[in-house]
């Protein structure tokens, strides 16, 4: 949601007319414009309009960047570990025990990274939290001038934000969700989002992971096996870098040829440094 949506959704709670985020404020100019005088209130004529406004935004920016993540890691990783033990002239049998225990043991690892990063953060949110409830409790007059800096750098004059510092300083519950949201950029964490985070890395990493293991599977010859497993993972990584790349905003194709290259680099690097100790 635009800035600006989000700050007029804020405000709307001062007055308590508005228990939902649709009911922001609308320049009664585009009301009238849109709408004919029909006797309903500004207010309703708000929802209405806001209710034929359908926006689309993607909300889920926290759990695709887990599952970029730990998939990107789950088929780089395995793959040049695989891909070294082939240049060692390892068997097939022996690459895919070390794959498959690599694959666990990376799992767990990455998703404890997830939870441990998430866990911070929360923590972080409460801890800053508690410092903002108590400046509002010892310097109430500096956090109104707070309140007031905000809004001026959004172009909004004294005679203007006066009322809302007022009406802020009022409501002491909307007055510390609006400094922690418009001073400090800090939403309320989703006290579930550390275990979610952790769950989703180490199973993109499984399933990103078990992709260059695959051939070893069918393959009982090594040599054999690495050409499939480079042929697979390549495919992988370019699809993986094409859906990362239309979800993140990137340029897909970009994304695709960039996420093959760091896969292929890897793996290289992995299999001629096996070669070169083997000799």
């Known amino acids: 949601m635009p800035l600006h949506l989000l700050f007029t959704s804020s405000l709307s709670k001062l007055y308590s007319v508005a228990p939902s985020v649709d009911s922001f404020f609308v320049p009664s100019e585009l009301v009238r414009n849109v ?4 006797g309903h209130s500004d207010l309703e004529k708000q929802r209405l309009l806001l209710h034929d ?13 887990d599952i970029i993540l730990g998939v990107s890691d789950g088929l780089t990783v395995p793959f040049a ?8 002239d390892v068997p097939s049998s022996i690459i895919l025990i070390a794959g498959i225990a690599e694959v666990v043991a990376g799992s767990i690892s990455m998703g404890l990274g997830g ?14 939290l508690k410092r ?24 909004v004059e004294p ?17 510390l969700d609006f400094m922690m949201k418009f001073e400090l950029g800090l939403e309320k964490p ?5 275990l979610q985070s952790a769950a989703t890395i180490a199973f993109s990493y499984i399933v990103g992971g078990m992709v260059p293991l695959i051939p070893y599977m069918a393959i009982p010859i090594a040599d054999k ?24 905003g990137d340029r897909p194709f970009r994304s695709a040829l960039q996420t093959a290259l760091i896969g292929a680099v890897a793996s290289a690097a992995a299999y001629s440094i096996a070669k070169l100790f083997r000799t």
């Open 225 to 248: 096996a690495v050409l499939a497993s480079v042929g697979i993972t390549l495919i992988a990584l370019l699809i993986f870098g094409f859906v990362k790349g239309h979800f993140t």
């Open 81 to 88: 570990l695989a891909a070294g033990l082939s240049g060692a």
């Open 35 to 38: 709408m004919a005088p029909n």
């Open 159 to 175: 005679h203007e934000y006066e009322p809302v510092v007022n009406a802020l300083r009022r409501n002491p519950q909307a007055w």
């Open 190 to 194: 989703n006290p579930m989002r550390a």
């Open 132 to 155: 903002e409830q108590e400046e509002i409790i010892s310097v109430p007059d500096i956090e109104a001038a707070e309140i007031a800096e905000i809004l001026a750098q959004y172009g």
């Open 53 to 65: 406004h359908e926006e689309k935004h993607f909300t889920s920016s926290e759990v695709v960047r």
């Open 115 to 128: 939870y441990l990063a998430a866990k911070s953060e929360t923590d972080h949110y409460y801890r800053e």
